[in-house]
């Protein structure tokens, strides 16, 4: 059984508890924790604060910053295939995908490192001849960055590397979920030479280190990333240090295909949107609108494209869909499409776990349930899973209406060769990011966030690195005359 640390202060040590970590392809333990509680947390912050005011840090030009982060990238680049290989172990997500993807979060990293000597201040003309006004960005202090296991390499970098590009320090709280990538990912943060406290990569539970960690006086900033019932606890705990907020809570995205879209097309965007990583994502377009006249022609190369779908051991190559992370999550997907069900949806494949993988593995099989006139919870909430809740809609009106009937508004995905049509419905459809023609793509550059219960402020862009910068207001008076009346306000 592996043994991971946590980092403070550019040291590895144990927790001041520890606790073990199951591996969902079997349902066995596999690895032992460290758990941070209130001391260490405390701990971590407090370096954090030292880091920040220590002219090893401070004392960097923005240049400077810059080439850690190239640095740091550059690691990630190298090590990506054993990162990989935790996080599969770890959370269940096949191997595929994994190697893929924190592969291209260095590119992340580089964004930002090329940010970092970029961000300038203004000379302000103002009304006043005998002034100089200009504005300058500092860094906002310290920043607790708390990520989910999903995707979390990617999910740490848009908090960590815009926040190090503006010069803050930062206390990482990897979720207690699966933490073993981002515990590895401290090792390269040591060797990238970052000075000690700078980075900080702590795991716990949310009840002490979740609250002590967003709750403490001496953190600036709050970059969350999970599930909205913990974010109104962060939230609360931010009232007790007034710490600036960014909150990115998850979706029910909707995926809106009319009858003149390339079908084919369409039908793999949407396997990749649902079934990909198990259906995990935050992004996920989970509920299908489809034009009436094509409703039965759309479905069917669905259905029969999600039954060949091949169910796996994670970090089998051939695998293109494998375990839920957790028990848990799986016992609340069948509990939702049980009640969908009753509600009056019909199952149309999948719906149970599958016989021929290791039952004590989290395993589910990719499901599609026709929703058609009800009011199925499917539709309405986020399950975390490979589940899909298929509607149908008859013109652009109904489309909208059916696709903002959701307190989320996170992503989307529109299917038209209509470029009159595609206008329309990007200004009309709400939520922070519109796919159209495709699905599931990033970059660097451009911004990640949504609408209402998704939470609020966007990750990645030029942006969001304003989002760790104060603005610092400075007058200079330039003449040489004496100062006048001191009771009348200039």
């Avoid at 640095?71 to 990630?76: A, E, K, M, V």
């Avoid at 515990?183 to 390269?188: C, H, I, V």
């Avoid at 494209?305 to 494998?322: L, N, Q, Y």
Wanted: glycine share 8%; aromatic share 8%.
């Amino acid at each position: 059984m592996k043994t991971f640390h946590y980092y403070i202060d550019g040291r590895f040590e144990d927790g001041e508890a520890r606790f073990d970590s199951v591996d969902p392809s079997t349902g066995e333990v596999w690895a032992n924790m460290p758990e941070a509680r209130t001391a260490d947390t405390d701990r971590a912050v407090r370096a954090a604060d030292r880091a920040l005011n220590d002219a090893a840090w401070r004392g960097l030009t923005a240049a400077a910053r810059g080439k850690l982060l190239y640095r740091l990238g550059d690691l990630i680049e190298q090590h990506a295939s054993d990162l990989a290989d935790l996080e599969t172990q770890d959370t269940g997500k096949i191997v595929r995908e994994t190697k893929a993807q924190i592969a291209y979060v260095a590119e992340y990293y580089r964004y930002f490192a090329g940010l970092a000597d970029k961000i300038e201040g203004r000379v302000v003309p103002v009304d006043k001849k005998d002034m100089d006004a200009t504005t300058h960005n500092e860094p906002i202090g310290v920043v607790a960055a708390i990520v989910p296991w999903n995707s979390q390499l990617f999910l740490s970098a848009v908090k960590i590397a815009p926040a190090i590009a503006a010069g803050c320090t930062v206390v990482l709280k990897a979720s207690e979920e699966a933490p073993a990538p981002l515990l590895a990912f401290a090792k390269l943060v040591h060797e990238a030479g970052f000075p000690p406290g700078v980075i900080n990569i702590i795991t716990g539970f949310g009840a002490e280190c979740g609250r002590v960690l967003t709750s403490h006086p001496l953190v600036a900033r709050v970059a969350f990333t999970g599930g909205p019932e913990t974010a109104r606890h962060v939230v609360r705990n931010t009232a007790d240090n007034f710490a600036h907020l960014t909150l990115e809570l998850g979706g029910k995205s909707p995926v809106m295909v009319f009858d003149d879209a390339d079908l084919d097309s369409a039908a793999n965007a949407i396997i990749a949107s649902i079934f990909a990583a198990t259906g995990q994502s935050c992004v996920a377009g989970s509920r299908l609108l489809i034009q009436r006249g094509v409703y039965d022609d759309l479905l069917a190369r669905i259905v029969e494209k999600a039954k060949r779908i091949r169910i796996g051991v994670p970090s089998d190559f051939a695998t293109e869909m494998g375990p839920l992370a957790t028990r848990q999550q799986r016992d609340k997907i069948e509990r939702v499409v049980a009640e969908s069900l009753e509600a009056g949806a019909t199952l149309i494949t999948g719906g149970a776990v599958p016989q021929d993988m290791p039952q004590k593995g989290n395993y589910y099989l990719p499901t599609i349930l026709d929703c058609r006139n009800t009011s199925a919870s499917a539709l309405t909430e986020e399950l975390f899973g490979p589940v899909l809740a298929v509607s149908v809609f008859d013109d652009e009106d109904d489309a909208v209406a059916q696709a903002n009937s959701t307190r989320f508004g996170l992503a989307s995905g529109l299917f038209t060769r209509d470029i009159g049509r595609t206008s329309r419905m990007v200004k009309r459809i709400r939520a922070g990011i519109v796919w159209v023609n495709t699905y599931r793509v990033i970059a660097p550059s451009m911004p990640f966030g949504g609408y209402g219960d998704t939470g609020y402020g966007r990750e990645g862009g030029v942006a969001s690195i304003y989002d760790y910068l104060r603005t610092k207001s400075v007058w200079i008076y330039t003449s040489d005359e004496p100062i006048g009346d001191p009771f009348v306000m200039r």
